[in-house]
């Protein structure tokens, strides 16, 4: 199993849409997790940090389920501009590195 | 400036050829990453500074070697890459090198990047 996974899509959805994406992690003991937005051809931005069942903040939330050991990022009411890759973080407990997944690509239409 | 800055932005070089990529962060932070990003795989660690001092060599080859000359600049030289070596390559920092939880001490922030094309 991959230390994080995610699906790679892409998820085509319409403006206003509600979109959801999940992402399962191996390691049972990781306590923080993240997720970051890349749009094409730029770095990785922090999105949302969720260190105990979820966070959320205006559209979108974050949940974590650690008896399955999956966190899930829900975006409400779709705009053009979420259109992005989604990547899941997780940092390693026994150290510094930190884990990312390969990214889940959103393509928001008008 | 603010930020974690990276320069060159671009860089076209030869198999032969060598040259260095250059990180700056102005955020105070105490922990510096170089990052490889491949076409449709996940960031790749490449190495890890805390406090000047390199903590994680994570398995890269030798023609690649990073310098930390202090806690706010971070090099990456290059020297007979190969064309597989082509890739954005980006640095981060953190403020401490790992976080308590909901501390975000551990969240990382990029650099722009510089995309590396090797011929």
């Known amino acids: 199993r991959k230390e994080v996974e995610q699906d790679p899509g892409p998820f085509n959805v319409p403006e206003g849409a509600t979109v959801a994406f999940n992402c399962t992690y191996s390691n049972s003991a990781s306590q923080s997790f993240f997720w970051y937005r890349q749009d094409c051809r730029k770095e990785p931005k922090l999105l949302m940090s969720v260190y105990s069942s979820g966070n959320e903040d205006g559209r979108f939330t974050a949940q974590l389920n650690r008896a399955s050991q999956y966190i899930s990022l829900l975006i409400r009411d779709s705009k053009l501009s979420d259109s992005a890759t989604y990547l899941c973080?997780?940092?390693?407990?026994?150290?510094?590195?930190?884990?990312f997944g390969a990214g889940t690509r959103l393509f928001v239409k008008a | 400036e603010t930020g974690v800055t990276q320069t060159p932005r671009h860089l076209v070089m030869g198999m032969t050829n060598k040259k260095s990529l250059k990180c700056e962060q102005h955020l105070g932070h105490n922990a510096m990453y170089w990052y490889k990003q491949s076409a449709k795989k996940p960031l790749e660690l490449m190495f890890v500074y805390s406090l000047e001092e390199r903590v994680e060599n994570n398995s890269v080859p030798s023609r690649f070697s990073p310098e930390c000359p202090n806690s706010s600049h971070l090099f990456l030289h290059l020297h007979t890459l190969q064309p597989e070596d082509s890739a954005l390559y980006l640095c981060a920092s953190s403020q401490e090198l790992t976080g308590g939880l909901g501390s975000g001490a551990n969240v990382l922030t990029f650099g722009a990047g510089s995309r590396l094309t090797v011929l």
């Open positions: 973080v997780v940092p390693d407990t026994g150290g510094f590195k930190t884990i």
